[in-house]
């Protein structure tokens, strides 16, 4: 990679970064359910699919399954998620957002909602398709 393009990636990563600092200001509202960083990238697995098991959360995550259930002992209790066996594994159990859990997701739909009111205002229609494009192949090829 020449020094040219080593920059642009570095400073692609910074502007990213930048606007991730920037739409921590949208999220504060988000701050009175008291979550750790680790259980909202948890809960905002439930944004992709509904249901998940341990396994699959500490896979997608790529953390133990031990910390995955700590993490999820937690949300339970508060009612962010809830569990129930799965009726064909009985060692097994499908999570799913519990009220509290839905409510949370609620909020950030609402959130999403003005963040995109406020894209629409500053993207056309070809730089929003180019950003989605470019975003997509940077996480195909980080997975």
Same mark, same amino acid.
């Given at each position: ?6 920059? #642009? ?22 701050? $009175?359910?008291? !979550?750790?960083?680790?259980? $909202?990238?948890?809960? !905002?697995?439930? %944004? ?16 133990? %399954? ?7 002992? *937690?949300?339970? #209790?508060?009612?962010?998620? #809830? ?23 609620? #909020? ?13 205002? *500053?993207?056309?229609?070809? $730089? ?11 996480? %195909? %090829?980080?997975?």
């Amino acid at each position: 990679m020449n020094d040219t393009r080593k920059q #642009q990636v570095i400073e692609m990563y910074r502007q990213i970064d930048e606007l991730d600092l920037l739409f921590t200001k949208y999220f504060t509202e988000l701050n $009175e359910f008291e !979550l750790s960083y680790q259980q $909202e990238q948890m809960l !905002l697995l439930f %944004k992709r699919q509904d249901t998940w098991t341990t396994t699959e959360i500490a896979t997608k995550m790529n953390i133990s %399954k031990s910390a995955v259930s700590q993490v999820l002992k *937690v949300l339970e #209790q508060r009612e962010f998620v #809830q569990k129930e066996k799965n009726p064909d594994n009985l060692r097994e159990s499908f999570i799913r957002l519990g009220p509290i859990g839905m409510a949370y997701s609620k #909020q950030i739909d609402a959130i999403e909602e003005r963040l995109a009111e406020e894209m629409f205002s *500053v993207l056309e229609d070809d $730089e929003m398709t180019m950003i989605n494009r470019s975003l997509a192949l940077m996480i %195909k %090829k980080f997975k």
